[in-house]
């Protein structure tokens, strides 16, 4: 078994793209999200890497039991599923299968499923733009 070393990947050294977190802040109190409405909350350049994701509830709905979801156009609900709008709380997902790597741009959004919501709400994700590839690594 051959075993190679990639040149330039010294501890310490700065190599590759760094993890940032991207939020928002939403506040429905004077527009509420109506059932099925969606909110393209964060927009995701190609080439990035969503780790993790998540939605805080800050103010709850005034009245009903609204249930917000967070996914993107192929998912609806890849990263928050079924979080109740009715009470403060957050639900970050970052369960297997939910770190995507968008290869074409798109958003994460944020959907009312079952009732007005009229709170508040911070929307984050942990990313990594990835960008273009750049030249490859030297390595014998």
Known sequence: MATYTVTGAVAGVPLGIKPQIVEVVLDFSST?????????????????????????????????????????????????????????????????????????????????NTATFDGKVRVFAVIAELGTAETAATFA
């Open 32 to 112: 509420s999200l109506t059932t099925a409405d969606s909110v393209e909350v964060l927009e995701m350049k190609a080439n990035t890497l969503v780790l993790a994701a998540g939605v805080e509830v800050i103010t709850a709905a005034s009245t009903g039991s609204p249930v917000l979801d967070l996914g993107d156009d192929s998912d609806d609900d890849l990263y928050v599923a079924a979080l109740s709008g009715s009470a403060t709380g957050h639900e970050i997902n970052v369960a297997a299968g939910t770190m995507k790597l968008y290869t074409a741009a798109d958003t994460i959004d944020l959907i009312a």
